[in-house]
């Protein structure tokens, strides 16, 4: 994955009047252009600066010295520097390897960087009020004379504030500015302290405190990566709390990156508990203002550390001494869509351009991280016991082909037995079942016609908590029809297969006396939503979660006892390069909620395959076995981590100029020393968006340059404007 890395330079170049600078836009363009320094100005490579181009004012970035090709006359001037802090070097070297590894521009990697435009204005000073003394014709309303008695202890405050503190409303204060008893003045917001690194953490055990002092060693010595690898609850989030903490001590700022915000209501608590400080967050949530504000404060180092999403990665650190990736083989990590980057991997190269330190922490590390523990490039940490001597939960297999089943049910009695006897004791069940909404597919019991997405080749599929058909790949959604749409035939629609919402209405039927709570990402709409359902569980308000991955991952329920998996086989149908291993990393992960403290766990898999390797591996405990196996039909199959993988999607809403553009890059295929083209065929997802979609997979050994190749290859073919073509360099999607 990684390959040179250049060494960060120190120096920064400052340009005066009459230089010639590139400035990168954040646009998807070739690359960077010139403009002058107009006389008055310096600029620094790295200044965020405005620019005109075309009709538009843009920000930039001053990427260095011009490149000539253009003449002075025709140059126009930066129009101003921005008041924020340089990007720092570091985060413009990685802006290109990012760009040049993920086959995208520059520019398109900027606009990642420059997330909150907004943060490059000057910020709006805060206005707030004190009182002075009263002209004495003043007339002294009661209302007026709550505020000048907030205000008697000589805070400034703003005007919702003297609202809230005051009991009054706005007009009243702005009544007493127009007679004089108060003035305004501006104030800087005060920051709250921040994380702080001397709070106690816990007694580690023998093992943790190994752990932890390896990372908080390497923390000063340079670039490293660490594998943090321990089992469900044995401890790697304290664990690597003690990279945080030596990380803060040092002064520098960390990053950890998460999968999944709804995974972070119970890590923030917990961070906070250990810091007595929140961190800053960073996800697709948050509103401008907190964008502005966040993005400012990480650029201005007054925020030290930041929980994020992969998009976190792309923030202006000026200091950075540590990134942690938690849940590392999370597919979460990979973006598919503009510039397909996998976080978890960039985060590794831009701890090697920072020449810092990085934790890689999961209970399944991926492949590509095991083959890096392998070939020495990472160091493995394992932590192989529960803390506080929790057991590891047993597992047993339920095969559904001896489970006698009547129709619409899918709990086999093994399964339901389970339940009653859990609820029975007072503890915690949860019932897991990868698929959201009621029933995958919908279908006409008069003529057998299926309801499908109009603008994808998928189907619709049930949600009844909405009265809806909704397409998961692209959003389209219309009420349940009272009629076939096809032939007309009344009340005959029909549902197939189970949803989590159509298990809920089975195990209400079947259980009517317990208490239970969906947990889908349709239920758990944002952090909120899922903070309260995380207050629900551990007040035991709920004996049974039904829920998809969304519960799968992360929590830690003290009275969750146990698992069920209504269904293990869903994710290995599909066959594509990681299906055994995904589904082995999803099943391990949610078996490992059940029985995180005293209370002994049980896990129970339903499956049709029981002698698959996945549900034997499972069954067996046997990891690392699992792992070995996988690795080795990798290998025979020369895919990755043994191989290089780039994707090319070609779309358009036009079919045949879709192929014949397809074909026209497959005449033009890189050749080469074990270099293949496989394709062009039609995407399993041939239609998707409205759009027909044809793939090329381009597949060459590690030690080829891949995306040096494929964007050669993309740039000796000219296609047709009506197409796109979508790059994407070590895919995880094969649809
Ligand atoms: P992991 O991240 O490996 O799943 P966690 O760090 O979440 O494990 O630990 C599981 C639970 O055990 C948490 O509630 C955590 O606070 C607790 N725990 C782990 N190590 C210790 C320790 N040394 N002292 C006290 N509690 C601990
Ligand atoms: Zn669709």
Redesign the pocket.
Known sequence: MIEKFKSVSPVQRLYGPDDRIAVLLPLPLAGAYDYLVPSGMTVAAGSFVAVSFGRRELFGVVWGSGSGDVDAQKLKPILQVCPVPVLPSVSREFVDWVAAYTVHSAGAVLRMVMSAPDALKPPKPRVAYTSVPAPPEIRLTSARERVLEVLADGTPRSIAELVRDAGVGAPVVKGLLQAGAVQAVETVIEQPPGPDWQCPG????RE?SDAADYLRKAVTGGFGVAVLD?V???????VYFEAIAETLKQGQQVLVLLPEIALGAQWLS?FQVRFGAPPAQWHSDLNRVQRRRTWRAVAEGRESVVVGARSALFLPFPNLGLIVVDEEHEMAFKQDDGVAYHARDMAVVRANLGAISIVLASATPSLETVANVRNRRYSRLK?PKR??GATVPSIAIVDLRAAVSSRGSWLAPEMCDALTQTAAEGSQSLLFLNRRGYAPLTLCRACGHRLRCPSCTAWLVEHRLLSRLQCHHCGYSVPVPKACPECGAADSLAACGPGVERLAEEFEATFPELRYTLATSDTLTGPRAAAELVRRIEAHEVDVIIGTQIVAKGY?FPLLTLVGVVDADIGLAGGDLRAAERTYQLLYQVAGRAG?EQRRGKVLVQTHIPDHPVIKALSGGDRNAFLAAEDEARREAGMPPFSRLVALIVSGSDESTVEASARKLARVAPAGDGIRVLGPAPAPMSFLRRRHRWRLLLKTPKNVNASALARKWLGSCRLVNSVRVQIDVDPYNFL
């Not at 816990?202 to 055990?205: D, E, I, R």
């Not at 469900?232 to 304290?238: A, F, L, N, Q, V």
């Open positions: 816990p007694v580690l055990s943790q321990g469900p609850g044995s401890g790697k989030t304290e917990r932590l803390h506080g830690h995180r």
